[in-house]
């Protein structure tokens, strides 16, 4: 069974430790941020998505499976909650 989990960045870090999905996100401020998602535990690894600029409001990723980790460089100020699945 899948578990539903919430992480709030306001700077880069991991949004998954381990293995799990990426549902989506919510811009909750920002003011030109900018996010990349890495599959894996820092800055490095798989580029899952590439540099984005998001606007304020909700964001489906699709799911997108995480085999290592998942991990967000925030650039600029950017407020952002994940919505993540994990087994």
């Known amino acids: 069974m899948l578990r539903t ?3 709030n960045l306001t700077a880069s ?6 293995e799990g999905w990426v549902a989506g996100m919510y811009v909750n401020s920002t003011s ?6 890495y599959d ?10 590439n540099t984005i600029t998001p606007a304020v409001g909700y964001h489906s990723l ?11 460089e925030v650039g600029a100020t950017l407020d952002v909650t ?5 087994s």
């Open 62 to 72: 699709g799911n997108v499976h995480c085999t290592i980790g998942c991990y967000a």
């Open 13 to 18: 870090g991991q949004v998954l430790a381990g």
């Open 5 to 7: 989990t919430y992480t």
């Open 32 to 37: 030109s941020g900018t996010v990349k998602l």
């Open 82 to 86: 994940f919505l993540t699945l994990e």
């Open 40 to 49: 894996y535990l820092t800055a490095s690894g798989e580029v899952i998505f």
